[in-house]
């Protein structure tokens, strides 16, 4: 963490929603000159689940960063709800594998605010991530599937208002992500958390998710998963395979973009077609 993760976020005066778990406004991160976020408004609530797409280097990452608190704005406002609990589930982690390491233990590696889990608290938080029974475990000889669900378990015991998941379903095959979210969706169901997901998976993304925030350095789109499946700023960032993997979308851009998209594979050369910003993520705006 560095020590701008320490420095406190502005507080919105006017127009704050005590309910918001996080609530971001035109917030710019810059960087060497270059804006990697530019205006992007953010609101998450509890009980909502919220993805962010978007290609390779869109910032993703970065504004996952800024609503963890890990990187200051340079613009724009953040606001976290007071006493937030957030859990995070990242990626990967990158555990030496010479040092001997049940699930267990790795569960206790992080304190609850100040204390260690209790056996009890471990064996439910697991249950709950579908990863019962796996405290003996050595954590190396996990499945990529299994490894991921003694993380989100480890973030349960946090008892997280917010769940924060970078590349939710990295390493998972097909039954794996589609019972990964399944079980994403109870724990929001049963906790009433708010979740926000990073993923590269269109498909799974748009069954999974209540709003979406399509992402290149600006909000690009947003919305219900069903509208932002027929916004040609989504079209014209992911291409065919995005448009077949969601159902079409209604969105009007009113922006033209000034810089050459990352593209994937059938995507088209840039966004300028039709791409206008109306979207937003914030129920103020
Ligand atoms: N500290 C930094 N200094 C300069 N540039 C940075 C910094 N952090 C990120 N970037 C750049 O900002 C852009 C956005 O990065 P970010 O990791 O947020 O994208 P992403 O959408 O998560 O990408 P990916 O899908 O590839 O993981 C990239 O071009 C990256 O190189």
New binding site residues.
């Given amino acids: 963490m560095t020590a701008a993760a320490h420095r406190p976020v502005a507080a919105v005066a006017d127009g704050v929603d005590p309910a918001l778990l996080v609530d971001i406004r035109r917030l710019v991160i810059a960087?060497?000159g270059?804006r990697?976020l530019d205006g992007v408004d953010l609101a998450i609530a509890p009980g909502r689940i919220i993805s962010l797409i978007?290609?390779?280097?869109?910032?993703?990452?970065?504004?996952?960063?800024v609503a963890l608190g890990l990187i200051a704005p340079d613009e724009g406002t953040v606001r976290r709800r007071p006493g937030l609990r957030i859990g995070y589930v990242p990626q990967s982690l990158a555990v030496d594998r010479t040092l001997p390491l049940t699930a267990r233990r790795f569960m206790t590696l992080a304190d609850i605010r100040g204390r260690r889990a209790t056996a009890a608290e471990i064996a439910q938080a697991l249950a709950e991530a579908g990863a019962e029974g796996l405290e003996n475990r050595s954590f190396h000889s996990l499945s990529g599937g299994e490894a991921k669900r003694v993380m989100l378990a480890r973030a349960l015991l946090q008892a997280p208002d917010l769940l924060v998941l970078d590349?939710a379903a990295a390493h998972l095959d097909m039954p794996g992500q589609i019972a990964f979210y399944r079980t994403l969706r109870t724990i929001r169901d049963r906790r009433g958390c708010g979740i926000l997901l990073?993923s590269?998976d269109l498909h799974l993304v748009m069954s999974a998710t209540d709003h979406v925030l399509c992402?290149n350095g600006h909000v690009c789109c947003s919305g219900h998963p069903d509208d932002v499946s027929r916004d040609p700023a989504f079209l014209a960032l992911f291409g065919p395979m995005g448009a077949e993997a969601l159902a079409p979308y209604h969105h009007a851009h009113d922006h033209v973009h000034d810089h050459v998209h990352i593209h994937g594979a059938g995507a088209a050369d840039d966004c300028t077609a039709g791409c206008r910003q109306t979207g937003s993520t914030h129920p103020h705006s």
């Fill in positions: 960087r060497d270059r990697l978007g290609p390779n280097g869109a910032g993703k990452s970065t504004l996952v960063k590349e990073v590269h992402l």
